[in-house]
């Protein structure tokens, strides 16, 4: 495929599901399907499901997989002399070969700004923030002194819960010399992110990082600086929104937060799933094609998904052997 779909046309290419020649996959999580390859290589395939508030919803957003899996390439890349990643290679636009990580169970949100979940807090009059002190007299937007970090629990079913690094040490989810590596590499990531977006007129407002151990070595895995694990904030105007209170350009998945949020869904997202409409989905792809073609200077080439289900196929069984 040589160009982009148009709207009409978009829709249609959507990968929900994963299913090559009747094989299930050996992990499923809210976006990505995990097929193991052997005792230390995986197959991690970018579906185009979409999830917001821990829900997935039943409708995917064309070619999000390709433009997550490929930026995600894209910001490891950014961050090798960093850390250790998971990547071994990316044979397709949706599938990442990586190894097999003993994921650990804390996911670590490093942020800069005052805004999302933090400033819902913040507005209630909360002022601590997984143990995380936010001071006052802030506006929402408005940077921190410092970038904070606040880790979140990794819930297999329901809603990710906020947790204090103390809470992290005295459960013994993580050890203190491992948390202390950890704490170190996210602020590290964030700042490099940070500065990899100001290049190219965009501001990292807060990240998601995820961490396993391979070997007992600490490494980055799932995906870093994306559209689904960041929000960012064009820079252009933002200091002039900031002074007069207005919301801020963003490129990110808060899109669909806010949507929901403003439509009334957020409340009762955990007894009925919403529709999304045609539009929206269009949309968030527009914004996830903005964000790659923004932080990557490249224009996205989208690879037809029709027969995908038989590609992933034949590329398992290339890699098992």
């Given at each position: 495929?040589?160009?982009?779909?148009?709207?009409?046309?978009?829709?249609?290419?959507?990968?929900?599901?994963?299913?090559?020649?009747?094989?299930?996959?050996?992990?499923?999580?809210?976006?990505?399907?995990?097929?193991?390859?052997?005792?230390?290589?995986?197959?991690?395939?970018?579906?185009?499901?979409?999830?917001?508030?821990?829900?997935?919803?039943?409708?995917?957003?064309?070619?999000?997989?390709?433009?997550?899996?490929?930026?995600?390439w894209y910001g490891f890349?950014?961050?090798?002399?960093?850390?250790?990643?998971?990547?071994?290679?990316?044979?397709?636009?949706?599938?990442?070969?990586?190894?097999?990580?003993?994921?650990?169970?804390?996911?670590?949100?490093?942020?800069?700004?005052?805004?999302?979940?933090?400033?819902?807090?913040?507005?209630?009059?909360?002022?601590?923030?997984?143990?995380?002190?936010?001071?006052?007299?802030?506006?929402?937007?408005?940077?921190?002194?410092?970038?904070?970090?606040?880790?979140?629990?990794?819930?297999?079913?329901?809603?990710?819960q906020d947790i204090s690094?103390?809470?992290?040490?005295?459960?013994?989810?993580?050890?203190?010399?491992?948390?202390?590596?950890?704490?170190?590499?996210?602020?590290?990531?964030?700042?490099?992110?940070?500065?990899?977006?100001?290049?190219?007129?965009?501001?990292?407002?807060?990240?998601?990082?995820?961490?396993?151990?391979?070997?007992?070595?600490?490494?980055?895995?799932?995906?870093?600086?994306?559209?689904?694990?960041?929000?960012?904030?064009?820079?252009?105007?933002?200091?002039?929104?900031?002074?007069?209170?207005?919301?801020?350009?963003?490129?990110?998945?808060?899109?669909?937060?806010?949507?929901?949020?403003?439509?009334?869904?957020?409340?009762?997202?955990?007894?009925?799933?919403?529709?999304?409409?045609?539009?929206?989905?269009?949309?968030?792809?527009?914004?996830?094609?903005?964000?790659?073609?923004?932080?990557?200077?490249?224009?996205?080439?989208?690879?037809?998904?029709?027969?995908?289900?038989?590609?992933?196929?034949?590329?398992?069984?290339?890699?098992?052997?």
């Open positions: 495929m040589n160009s982009i779909p148009d709207h009409a046309q978009l829709l249609t290419h959507c990968i929900t599901e994963t299913m090559p020649q009747g094989r299930s996959a050996d992990y499923r999580g809210k976006v990505r399907d995990i097929y193991y390859l052997d005792e230390d290589r995986m197959a991690i395939i970018a579906t185009d499901r979409i999830s917001a508030f821990d829900r997935i919803f039943n409708e995917p957003i064309p070619f999000k997989g390709q433009l997550l899996n490929q930026l995600a890349r950014n961050v090798e002399d960093l850390c250790t990643h998971h990547v071994i290679d990316i044979p397709h636009p949706n599938i990442t070969v990586a190894r097999k990580c003993r994921p650990l169970p804390v996911e670590v949100v490093v942020r800069g700004y005052l805004t999302g979940h933090a400033w819902r807090i913040y507005k209630q009059g909360g002022r601590e923030l997984c143990g995380q002190q936010m001071p006052d007299g802030l506006r929402q937007h408005e940077a921190f002194p410092e970038p904070i970090l606040t880790p979140t629990t990794k819930a297999k079913e329901g809603h990710d690094e103390t809470a992290i040490l005295s459960n013994g989810l993580v050890s203190e010399d491992l948390w202390t590596e950890i704490r170190q590499t996210a602020l590290k990531l964030y700042q490099r992110g940070w500065k990899v977006a100001q290049k190219k007129g965009l501001i990292l407002v807060d990240t998601k990082y995820e961490f396993g151990l391979f070997r007992d070595k600490l490494l980055l895995i799932d995906e870093v600086h994306t559209a689904d694990s960041s929000r960012y904030f064009y820079a252009d105007g933002y200091e002039e929104r900031l002074e007069r209170g207005e919301p801020q350009r963003q490129l990110s998945k808060e899109f669909l937060r806010e949507w929901l949020i403003e439509n009334g869904h957020h409340a009762t997202i955990d007894q009925k799933l919403p529709v999304l409409p045609d539009q929206v989905r269009i949309s968030i792809y527009k914004r996830y094609r903005e964000l790659y073609e923004t932080l990557t200077g490249e224009k996205f080439r989208p690879t037809p998904t029709a027969n995908f289900n038989d590609d992933l196929a034949i590329l398992l069984d290339k890699l098992a052997k």
